[in-house]
Structures are given as C-alpha cells and as structure tokens.
C-alpha cells in the first residue's frame, strides 16, 4: 500500500525551482513512499499552508521566495541557524510539533569546503551583494572563523549592515560601492569572491552582465558564484579564462536540499544522486557558452 506523505516546496511563483527534481531523485533512489512537490502558496494562504502541516502524513516542507522569513510567526520553534539569518528554509513536523531550520548557510559552506576545497578559516573574502543571500553566507563565513571581510553592493547602506554585523563579530568587514576602484583592490587581496548577486541569472535583472569586470578577476582566487542557472555565469566565465578556481551554485543548492532531506528522514541524502538529478536539469554548459 503507497502511503500519502507531505514533502515539498512552497513559494510564489514556484514553477522554476529545481528541488522537486533532485529531491523526488532522493526518494526514488531510497526506495521512500513519498512525493515532493510544488507548492505555489499566495502570500495570503501561507498561515493555513503551514498549519495543514501539522498532519500526522506531514513530513515537512522547504521554504523559499517570498515565504522565508512570512513563516516564522506559525512555527513553534525556529533553530540558530534560522534565528540568526531570520528566515527559514526547512520545516520538520514532530508530531504536531513545527520546528523551522535554515540549511542555506550549511549548504553554503559544504559546498565550499567539499566541492571548492577551500577552509575559510583565515581567509580575506570578497561578497558581492547585500541581499538575502550574501546575509546567510557572511553569518555562515562568520561561523566558520573568517579573516576579513569587503562586501560590495549597489545599494551601499545595505553592505554597511552586513559589514556591521561582521565588526560586532569582531571581524573586519568594509562596505564597498559594487563597480568601484576600491572592489577591484579588494578582489586583487581576495582568497575567495562569492557573488550573491542575481546579476548573471537567467532571466534575472541583468542575465549577461557580471558583478566584477573580468580584467579584476585575479586568478589566485577561488570564484564562487551563488547563481546557478546558467552553470556557466558571465563572471564564472571570466574567472575560468583568468585561470582562477571556480565554484558554481548547484553545488550549494544541492548540500542545502540534502541537509533538509537528513532533517525529514534522519537517514544520510543520497547526495550524488541529487547532484546528478539537478546538474541534469540545467542547460549543458556546452550551449551556454554560446
Ligand atoms: N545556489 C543556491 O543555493 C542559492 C541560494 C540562494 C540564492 N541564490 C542565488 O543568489 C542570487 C541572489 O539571491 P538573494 O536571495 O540574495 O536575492 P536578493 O535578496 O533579492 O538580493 C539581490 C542582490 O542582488 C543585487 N542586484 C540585483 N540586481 C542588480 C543589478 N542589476 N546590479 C547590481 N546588483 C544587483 C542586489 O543589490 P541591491 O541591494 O542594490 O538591490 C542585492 O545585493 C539569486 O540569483 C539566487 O538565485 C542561490
């Protein structure tokens, strides 16, 4: 008999997310009687949503754009990790009970260390951007005991935030103007440039540009961009004809579904197979580098 179980992912809209590919994979792979699906919840159904999740067949759900952080007030309990970047990524039902996590920052620095083969530890890091994203990833390079920070935005008041909550740290962090001279100096020092801009995402606000203009790409440093589709970003491309190391976003959002899946299931995400679940649901490399 195939039970009915609850695993998904809302937001609005949610037709372009990925997760239900590389997390039914999961599931098929493991022999697991459940379906995840797409959920496109309206902002204004979220509360009622999230309460269905109660259910005895609830197992949980992930969480994503515009939902992160309208969930927290119906949950009972949010982790650290959660409370720190004050939005949410992941609910778990325990019998009735809704615990919210955030794996993003997780995913982020598994990613890094797994895929990139960098320890962040020490290191002078370079963020370009000041949204959601590039929030998560200084908390979690905080977490992992990072050296020095420049964070570069657009909206410069934003990289000023960030750059504040590194110093309460007690990590040096300067606020930079993205396209300025001083980012060019700083990604020259940089060990490690993550892009947590949407800049270069398909169908994004600025699909061919790059965040950094490929001559201040230094080859000694690994570039990690946060966008993963294309796989093959403008500044990725930059960074590979420097001869720098570089890292694309599937890889973080792989680790951060697989940290979700461990958290339903209490059994270890059949990582290769997410990866290679989600790497097939890109366009190849190949046709984006036309
Ligand atoms: N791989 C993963 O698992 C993963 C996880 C999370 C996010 N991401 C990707 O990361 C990217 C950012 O996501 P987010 O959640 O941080 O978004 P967000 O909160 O909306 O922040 C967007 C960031 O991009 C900047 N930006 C937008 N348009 C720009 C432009 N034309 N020129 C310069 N800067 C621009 C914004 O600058 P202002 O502050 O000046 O507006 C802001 O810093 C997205 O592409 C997303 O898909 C990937």
């Known amino acids: 008999m195939s039970i009915t179980t609850t695993l998904g992912i809302i937001g609005y809209p949610i037709g372009h997310s990925i997760s239900p590919l590389f997390q039914q994979a999961a599931l098929d792979h493991l022999g697991i009687e459940a379906e995840y699906g797409p959920y496109a919840v ?7 949503f999230v309460e269905g999740l109660r259910s005895e067949n609830a197992i949980g759900i992930n969480v994503t754009v515009p939902h992160k952080e309208t969930v927290i007030p119906f949950l009972d309990e949010v982790d650290d990790w959660a409370t720190e970047a004050g939005a949410v990524n992941t ?3 325990h019998s009735g009970r809704l615990t919210g996590h955030n794996t993003d920052g997780y995913g982020f620095l598994r990613a890094l260390r797994e895929s990139g083969g960098l320890e962040p530890e020490g290191r002078r890091v370079l963020i370009l951007g000041a949204g959601g994203s590039a929030r998560g990833v200084v908390q979690a390079l905080l977490r992992a005991g990072v050296g020095e920070l420049h964070i570069a935005n657009r909206t410069v008041a934003r990289a000023e935030t ?25 990604a020259a020092q940089a060990d490690l440039i993550v892009n947590c ?3 270069g995402m398909r169908h994004g606000p600025d699909e ?4 950094l203009a490929a001559h201040q790409v230094p080859a000694t440093a690994l570039v990690y961009d ?6 093959l970003t403008p500044l990725l491309r930059a960074a590979e004809a420097a001869g720098a190391a570089t890292l694309g976003g599937i890889s973080m959002l792989v680790y951060q579904g697989a940290a979700s899946f461990e958290i339903w ?6 990582v290769d197979v997410m990866m290679a679940a989600a790497t097939a649901a890109m366009p190849a490399r190949e046709a984006d580098a036309t």
């Open 42 to 48: 309206k902002p204004d159904e979220v509360g009622e």
């Open 226 to 231: 946060l966008v993963y589709n294309p796989m």
């Open 265 to 270: 299931l209490g059994q270890p995400a059949p």
């Open 91 to 93: 609910i778990v039902n």
């Open 208 to 211: 061919s540009g790059s965040p």
């Open 197 to 199: 801009t949407s800049v």
């Open 162 to 186: 960030l750059a504040r909550l590194a110093a309460n740290r007690g990590v040096p962090a300067t606020p930079l103007a993205l396209g300025s001279a001083d980012v060019a100096a700083a």
